[in-house]
């Protein structure tokens, strides 16, 4: 039913009319349910209104506080400075506001304070209001938090571990805190580093990887694991990496432990050859007895032969049998001589050493791999004693003469030189050169880091240069390597001379 205009008769306007609100109990009633103290006083200073909450502050009855002013419920110093704030508040005429410390109820408080004046309805002021609020649990809080935090740093800056904190974005990971130590994986300092997305350091990306990061959220349980990690300018390094989520960022910990593997894997192999010297010393000491026997047998052999006086012919033919077998059983003697030597000495024990007895027994140690692959060639010259161990210097001589040996060609023509030459008064030179297949450039520079090999997998450690590069800097001397791809590679060992003959020896021109 549509409503009807009457004409001539104006509309009136539909307006709700709100029932009178009860303003006094509303205040008071909001008054007592803040936690903050409200409360106004007369222009002598005296309370008019007090909430519970400013009550129990002051730590008397609302009664006992009405009437009263801050010099009777307060000690001196904080009404003092009450007061003062009062009267600012009354010239100013306006809201001010300001931050105390006062003793209230035997307990220090922080105060956020704000105090304006009342007004009569015709303006003149009657006295002023005041809100306090309680910021002593806040600081608290924010004094544990800021000593939390302060610990915090110190212990991570002083960890050895290299520590980061990240959180989760749209945009990816990105660094909210990163120790020292993290500073060497990321490339820059930590100030630098804070702040930005761990995608920005493509290098360093193995510390947190993204969908790892996702599964560590998804499950909530923490991430640990060891790996192999190659950086820039350092090569190849092994990490223990740990994850844990830390609601929507993730504290990440990455530990350096290639010392660790390369301890571990020299000790192993210190084992392995301590085994082997055993063996050895046991194998010399078998062969060696018959080999008396037959070197012996051999010579009465000959002397029969001669007093028989076969014909010449046949005569001839006995003889140059019995020479092969003589220069066979010597070789075998050379053989014995070489395991002995290799399995007496002490490991740590330096002496004056002849360099060629050493080389000799080397060569004799690797012959079964050298002589199928190229033509040796001894190249001596007259040189001083030597101060080392014979054992890691056989050790050394072996590798470098293996390695050699495994550049040359399977068809073998190839030439493995041995040079030895003083170097200087102090130092003799030892150089192995092989005509093999050379080292590439990229290759060169990390022949000595341990667990780098261009070998297949199961066919080397890595570690045999490195150990030769260590035993000989432990000996006091220096092992270089120079190398053409397609022509051949020099490995140069520098060994100290012995002490007693460094006086005697005559400096030599360096032999290039």
């Given at each position: 039913?549509?409503?009807?205009?009457?004409?001539?008769?104006?509309?009136?306007?539909?307006v709700a009319q709100a029932p009178e609100l009860p303003y006094r109990e509303l205040f008071l009633a909001l008054a007592e349910e803040l936690p903050d103290a409200i409360f106004t006083k007369d222009l002598q200073g005296r309370y008019t209104f007090i909430n519970s909450a400013g009550a129990r502050f002051i730590g008397l009855p609302a009664e006992k506080i009405l009437g009263r002013k801050d010099s009777a419920l307060m000690g001196p110093e904080e009404a003092?400075?009450?007061?003062e704030f009062d009267r600012q508040t009354l010239l100013a005429g306006r809201i001010l506001r300001a931050e105390m410390s006062e003793w209230m109820?035997?307990?220090?408080?922080?105060?956020?304070?704000?105090k304006?004046?009342?007004r009569r309805p015709d303006g003149q002021v009657m006295g002023l209001f005041g809100i306090s609020r309680d910021l002593s649990d806040h600081r608290r809080s924010e004094a544990a938090r800021n000593q939390s935090e302060a610990l915090f740093r110190t212990a991570t800056q002083s960890s050895f571990d290299a520590f980061f904190i990240l959180r989760s974005e749209p945009e990816g990971l990105r660094l909210l805190h990163v120790n020292p130590h993290a500073e060497a994986l990321l490339g820059c300092e930590a100030r630098a580093a804070e702040g930005r997305l761990l995608s920005e350091f493509p290098h360093a990306a193995f510390i947190a990887p993204l969908p790892l990061c996702q599964e560590v959220w998804r499950t909530g349980k923490p991430h640990d694991e060891e790996l192999k990690q190659v950086l820039p300018g350092h090569g190849h390094r092994w990490f223990r990496r740990q994850l844990n989520a830390v609601g929507e960022c993730m504290s990440v910990m990455v530990r350096d432990i290639t010392e660790h593997r390369e301890?571990?894997?020299?000790?192993?192999?210190?084992?392995r050859m301590a085994a082997v010297g055993m063996l050895a010393a046991g194998v010399a000491h078998e062969i060696n007895n018959p080999l008396a026997f037959v070197l012996s047998n051999l010579h009465y052999i000959e002397k029969e032969l001669h007093r028989l006086k076969l014909v010449q012919s046949d005569m001839g033919e006995m003889m140059e049998a019995i020479t092969d077998a003589r220069e066979g059983a010597e070789r075998m003697r050379g053989i014995v001589q070489s395991l002995r030597a290799l399995a007496r000495g002490d490991a740590v024990t330096t002496q004056p050493l002849d360099l060629h007895e050493v080389l000799d027994n080397s060569v004799q140690l690797a012959w079964g791999r050298l002589r199928s692959r190229g033509h040796l060639v001894r190249d001596y010259s007259d040189l001083p004693l030597v101060l080392g161990n014979s054992v890691q210097l056989s050790q050394v001589f072996v590798n470098l003469l293996v390695n050699a040996a495994q550049a040359m060609p399977d068809s073998g023509g190839g030439e493995i030189r041995v040079v030895t030459r003083q170097h200087s008064a102090s130092m003799v030179r030892v150089e192995v050169h092989d005509t093999g297949c050379g080292i590439p450039a990229e290759n060169l520079e990390r022949i000595f880091e341990p667990f780098f090999t261009t070998k297949p997998v199961g066919e080397g450690t890595g570690l045999g240069l490195s150990i030769s590069h260590d035993l000989?800097?432990?000996?006091?001397?220096?092992?270089?390597v120079s190398s053409t791809p397609g022509v051949g590679t020099t490995f140069r060992v520098l060994l100290p001379v012995a002490s007693e003959a460094v006086d005697e020896a005559p400096t030599q021109e360096e032999v290039h």
């Open positions: 039913m549509q409503r009807q205009t009457v004409p001539g008769v104006a509309r009136e306007p539909a003092r400075n009450t007061q109820a035997g307990v220090r408080r922080e105060w956020l304070s704000t304006g004046v009342l301890n571990e894997l020299r000790l192993r192999l210190n084992e000989v800097r432990g000996l006091g001397g220096e092992l270089s």
